[in-house]
T-cell receptor
Framework: DGGITQSPKYLFRKEGQNVTLSCEQNLNHDAMYWYRQDPGQGLRLIYYSQIVNDFQKGDIAEGYSVSREKKESFPLTVTSAQKNPTAFYLC?????????????FGSGTRLTVV | AQSVTQLGSHVSVSEGALVLLRCNYSSSVPPYLFWYVQYPNQGLQLLLKYTTGATLVKGINGFEAEFKKSETSFHLTKPSAHMSDAAEYFCAVSANNAGNMLTFGGGTRLMVKP
């Protein structure tokens, strides 16, 4: 079955370390997205990519970086510049150019700074 | 530009009671509207969507929503709440002039009392 896989499900980071969250989809979707979720704050867009080798900053991109070298993959790196990285991270994908399709979400990665 | 407002960040109902979660949107063009559900520590799952045609949309788990253009609303209802309905619910909107980007509401946490 097609879907989005996020790994790992739980991740622990020491202060000052960079960590990379994986997001892979086999839905042949053109667009992919990263969201951050904190209690009581809904979904906040970090980065998105509408096509391979191109991506745009979302509302809270500072302290994060992404790459989109393959259609299937959109990894998110949380850098040491992100001052408060503890959160639940969600990856999503959608078909390109069609606004009535909606998103398919992964199951999330919970990142904790220790 | 488009936006979504979910009235009530927390809603509590008794098991067997009517569930009503409110969503109002703004969009300069005819919108596409979505409801997603999120269970704890999981990703978002599509409940239902309105694109065109019938304004009363039925989704999974007995939920339905009605698109009311005159009221710019897309409220989610279920006649009889079940304990398993306890989750967070997100309303989202997209439009032809926004490509495939979704704008999400802030979410409503539904609590079901026995």
């Amino acid at each position: 079955d097609g879907g989005i896989t996020q790994s790992p499900k739980y991740l622990f980071r020491k202060e000052g370390q960079n960590v990379t969250l994986s997001c892979e989809q086999n839905l042949n979707h053109d667009a992919m997205y990263w969201y951050r979720q904190d209690p009581g704050q809904g979904l906040r867009l970090i980065y998105y990519s509408q096509i391979v080798n191109d991506f745009q900053k979302g509302d809270i991109a500072e302290g994060y970086s992404v790459s989109r070298e393959k259609k299937e993959s959109f990894p998110l790196t949380v850098t040491s510049a992100q001052k408060n990285p503890t959160a639940f991270y969600l990856c999503a994908s959608s078909r390109g150019g069609i606004s009535n399709y909606g998103y398919t979400f992964g199951s999330g990665t919970r990142l904790t700074v220790v | 530009a488009q936006s979504v407002t979910q009235l009530g960040s927390h809603v509590s109902v008794s098991e067997g009671a009517l569930v009503l979660l409110r969503c109002n949107y703004s969009s300069s063009v005819p919108p596409y509207l979505f409801w997603y559900v999120q269970y704890p520590n999981q990703g978002l799952q599509l409940l239902l969507k309105y694109t065109t045609g019938a304004t009363l949309v039925k989704g999974i788990n007995g939920f339905e929503a009605e698109f009311k253009k005159s009221e710019t609303s897309f409220h989610l209802t279920k006649p009889s709440a079940h304990m398993s309905d306890a989750a967070e619910y997100f309303c989202a909107v997209s439009a032809n002039n926004a490509g495939n980007m979704l704008t999400f509401g802030g979410g409503t946490r539904l609590m079901v009392k026995p």
